[in-house]
């Protein structure tokens, strides 16, 4: 009688130890997977602190050229020098950052020189003004 049950036991047991193996396979290129994803984002993250630390030292050159430019501004607006002396010239991180043929710095109108722009009516919209 037990002669037929004897051999789907085994069976059975080939079948779970198959499927452990794969198992442990599964489990182990999960680990892989998330080993290298954690590398990729440590490395991500060390390129992104080097770009913050130039991004500061960059506002912190920029601050202090345009604390240099506002004395100048002021000292002409003064009459203390003439309008044609040259501002100082830029720190040299800055002047570094633009390239041969690359962009250069503009102007910018400081905000309380800057014209005011009228509100439009506060019924919103107003027929035939603007052309819309």
Do not use: W
Request: hydrophobic fraction near 30%.
């Amino acid at each position: 009688g037990n002669g037929g049950n004897g051999g789907g036991e085994e069976e059975d047991e080939e079948k779970k130890r198959a499927r452990l193996v794969r198992n442990r396979e599964s489990a182990q290129l999960s680990r892989q997977r998330k080993k290298q994803h954690m590398d990729e984002l440590d490395l991500r993250c060390r390129g992104l602190q080097v770009e913050c630390a130039e991004l500061h030292k960059l506002a912190h050159c920029l601050s202090a050229e345009n604390h240099r430019l506002r004395a100048h501004c002021n000292l002409v607006a003064t009459g203390k020098t003439p309008p044609e002396t040259p501002p100082p010239p830029p720190h040299p991180y800055v002047a570094a950052q633009v390239g041969p043929g690359g962009m250069t710095h503009m102007p910018i109108t400081p905000m309380m020189f800057q014209p005011k722009i009228p509100l439009p009516p506060r019924g919103g919209f107003v027929a035939g003004a603007g052309g819309f």
